[in-house]
C-alpha cells in the first residue's frame, strides 16, 4: 500500500501582484466617496419658516352693517349724482358702499347742519377703505416676503452642495492625475496605471453629474389663509380681502374697456402667459394645486412663483388708490 505525500509548493507559481491590490483599494476608496457624496445627502431643514399668522391681521375684520353696492343697472340710475360725479369715481363709490352717504349728502340743503355731518362720515369711509387697501397690500407684501425668505433659502442649500460636489471632482481629478503620472515615472505596467486612471475619470464624472442633475430640496411649506385661492375660487364671503377690495378686484376693468374683471383678467395672465403659462399641463395642474390650496412640499422654484403671484396681486390693489384718489378729490369740489 503506497502512500500518497502532499506535493511542495511550486516556487514558480504566480502571486498576487501588489498593484492588483492597490487598484482594488483605490477602487473601494473611491467607491465610498461616490457613496458618500451621493446617497448621504439629507434634506435641508429650515433653522426658521415664518409662520402665516406673522401676515394675517391680529383682529379680524369685522363688516360694516351700512355697506350697499348696488347693480350697475341701479347705479346706472342715479341721475343726481350723475350730475356731480364722473362715472369712474360713481363706480369707485359704489363698490365702497357709498352710495346711501353721496344720495343723501347731495339731497340735503347747502346751509344744512345735517350736511356737515354727512361729510365727515364720508370722509371717515374714505379713511376707512384707504386703511383697508394698505392692509390688503401689506398681507400680500408680507406673503411674498415669507415665501422669498424660504426660496433664498432654499437655493443657498444647493448652492452649498453644488460647490461642495465641485471641490470634490477637482480633489479627485488632481488626485488621479497624480497618481497616474506617478505610477507611468515608476515604470509600472501601464495596464495598472491606466486603469486607475479610468476609475478616478469615472468617479469625477459621476460627482460632476449629481452635482448637475441634483434634485432640488424641499420643504414643507403651509398657507391655510390664503388670498390666491380666495382669488382664484372666487370665495363667496373672502376673509383675506376686505369688502372695497374685493369689490374692486371683481368689478370689470374699465381702464381698457375690457368686460372682464381685474381678477379673471390676472388669473388668465397667470394660467396663460405668466409664471404657468409655459408648463407643461399636467405640471401646471400640480402648481395651481400646490398654489391655490393650503400648503404642502415646496422648491425654491415654486415658491419664487409664489412670491411672483403674490407681487403682482399687490400691485393691482395698490391700483385702487388712484380711483379712490379720483373720488376723494370730485367729493372735494362738491359745494
Not at 379680524?60 to 341721475?79: C, F, I, M, N, T
Not at 469615472?202 to 442633475?213: E, F, G, N, P, Q
Request: proline share 6%.
Amino acid at each position: 500500500m503506497t502512500t500518497q505525500q502532499a506535493s511542495p509548493p511550486n516556487p514558480a507559481a504566480p502571486k498576487p501582484s501588489r498593484w492588483r491590490v492597490v487598484v482594488g483599494i483605490t477602487a473601494f476608496i473611491l467607491t465610498m466617496i461616490i457613496t458618500v457624496l451621493i446617497i448621504g445627502h439629507e434634506e435641508p431643514t429650515a433653522p426658521y419658516v415664518p409662520k402665516e399668522c406673522e401676515c394675517a391681521p391680529t383682529v379680524p375684520r369685522k363688516p360694516l352693517g351700512d355697506w350697499v353696492v348696488l347693480s350697475d343697472q341701479d347705479l346706472a340710475q342715479e341721475k343726481m349724482l350723475l350730475q356731480h360725479f364722473s362715472p369712474q369715481a360713481l363706480a369707485t363709490a359704489n363698490i365702497c358702499g357709498m352710495i346711501p352717504l353721496l344720495r343723501q349728502y347731495c339731497s340735503e340743503a347747502k346751509d344744512s347742519p345735517q350736511r356737515g355731518i354727512l361729510r365727515q362720515k364720508i370722509s371717515e369711509r374714505i379713511t376707512t377703505v384707504a386703511l383697508d387697501i394698505s392692509s390688503t397690500s401689506a398681507e400680500m407684501d408680507c406673503e411674498e416676503e415669507r415665501a422669498d425668505q424660504i426660496a433664498d433659502y432654499l437655493i443657498d442649500v444647493a448652492h452649498a452642495r453644488i460647490k461642495k460636489l465641485t471641490l470634490w471632482s477637482i480633489l479627485l481629478g488632481a488626485i488621479g492625475s497624480t497618481l497616474v503620472n506617478g505610477l507611468a515615472l515608476w515604470n509600472v505596467d501601464h495596464r495598472i496605471y491606466r486603469l486607475i486612471g479610468i476609475l478616478f475619470g469615472l468617479a469625477v464624472a459621476a460627482i460632476s453629474l449629481t452635482a448637475i442633475t441634483a434634485v432640488q430640496s424641499e420643504l414643507e411649506y403651509s398657507h391655510q389663509r390664503n388670498g390666491l385661492a380666495e382669488l382664484y375660487q372666487q370665495a363667496a364671503v373672502p376673509t383675506v380681502f376686505p369688502p372695497s377690495v374685493w369689490n374692486y378686484l371683481n368689478r370689470p376693468d374699465e381702464r381698457d374697456g375690457n368686460p372682464s374683471s381685474l381678477r379673471v383678467s390676472l388669473l388668465h395672465r397667470w394660467e396663460h402667459s405668466g409664471e404657468l403659462g409655459a408648463k407643461p399641463e399636467a405640471e401646471k395642474q400640480r402648481l395651481m394645486a400646490l398654489l391655490f390650496g393650503t400648503g404642502g412640499s415646496y422648491r425654491a422654484s415654486e415658491l419664487r412663483i409664489r412670491a411672483n403671484l403674490f407681487d403682482q396681486l399687490e400691485s393691482y390693489i395698490n391700483l385702487m388708490k388712484h380711483d379712490l384718489g379720483q373720488l376723494a378729490r370730485e367729493i372735494a369740489e362738491l359745494p
